[in-house]
C-alpha cells in the first residue's frame, strides 16, 4: 500500500508560478515511476509530467518549457514546478504512483486555479 498527499496548488495569476508537492508512504520502496496528471473542469484526467528512477522525464506537450517535475528520494516526494501559468492550466492536479509494475495509485487532488 501507497498513500500520495499532494498539496501547494491554490489560486495565482496568469504568468505565475507554483509549486506542487506529492508526499508518498507506506511501501515506497517498489515505486517504478512517479507523475502529474490533471482534470480541468469538464473534460477527462490528462497526464502532465512522467519522472522515473532512469529514463528523462516525460512532459505533455502544453507544458514543455513551462513545467518540470523532480523527485527528492530522500523525502519519498515528488515535485511539479509550474512557471508561467496560464488559464488553461486551471485543473485539479493528481499525483500518481506505479508500484511494483502491477499497482497505481492516486493521490486525493489539489486544485490550481490561474486566473486571467
Known amino acids: 500500500q501507497v498513500q500520495l498527499v499532494e498539496s501547494g496548488g491554490g489560486l495565482v495569476q496568469a504568468g505565475g508560478s507554483l509549486r506542487l508537492s506529492c508526499a508518498a508512504s507506506g511501501s515506497i520502496f517498489s515505486i517504478n515511476a512517479m507523475a502529474w496528471y490533471r482534470q480541468p473542469p469538464g473534460k477527462q484526467r490528462e497526464l502532465v509530467a512522467l519522472?522515473?528512477?532512469?529514463?528523462?522525464?516525460n512532459y505533455a506537450d502544453s507544458v514543455k518549457g513551462r513545467f518540470t517535475i523532480s523527485r527528492d528520494n530522500a523525502k519519498n516526494t515528488v515535485y511539479l514546478q509550474m512557471n508561467s501559468l496560464k488559464p488553461e492550466d486551471t485543473a485539479v492536479y493528481y499525483c500518481w504512483c506505479l508500484h511494483s509494475a502491477t499497482r497505481t495509485y492516486w493521490g486525493q487532488g489539489t486544485q490550481v486555479t490561474v486566473s486571467s
Open positions: 519522472i522515473t528512477s532512469g529514463d528523462s522525464p
